[in-house]
């Protein structure tokens, strides 16, 4: 299975859901939601900062990220953005494919 990264900001109305149904209540419902497509949860946090929360899962492929991405932001109480995470050993055989560039004005 594919790895993503999800970040995520919640909007004031976000908040105010995840204080009435705390952490571990947001983390079992992503793990829910997960789990009915065949991901699963493999790392959640909250953090301060610009993101409220990070999550790193495994899902089955790109369609299936894209569907979680449409329909969390859809909902409207969090805004997310969903990173493709990459192997050390995808970074090699990606370094070694062969591909014809041109710069820009070269």
């Known amino acids: ?6 970040k995520g ?3 004031t109305d976000g908040i105010k859901g995840l ?20 991901g699963k ?4 946090y909250y953090a301060f900062g610009e993101d409220d ?10 369609i299936t990220a894209a ?10 109480l969090v ?3 969903l990173t493709v995470l990459l192997t050390p050993e ?4 990606a370094s070694n494919k062969q591909v014809t560039y041109r710069a820009p004005g070269a």
């Open 1 to 6: 299975m594919k790895k993503y990264l999800i």
């Open 9 to 11: 900001t919640y909007n």
């Open 19 to 38: 204080m009435k149904e705390g952490g571990t209540g947001r983390k079992n419902a992503i793990e829910k939601m997960l789990a009915t497509i065949g």
């Open 41 to 44: 949860v493999e790392a959640f």
């Open 53 to 62: 929360v990070y999550v790193i899962v495994e899902l089955p492929d790109d």
């Open 67 to 76: 569907s979680v991405g449409l329909r969390v932001n859809a909902a409207g």
């Open 79 to 81: 805004k997310i953005c």
């Open 90 to 93: 995808d970074i090699d055989a």
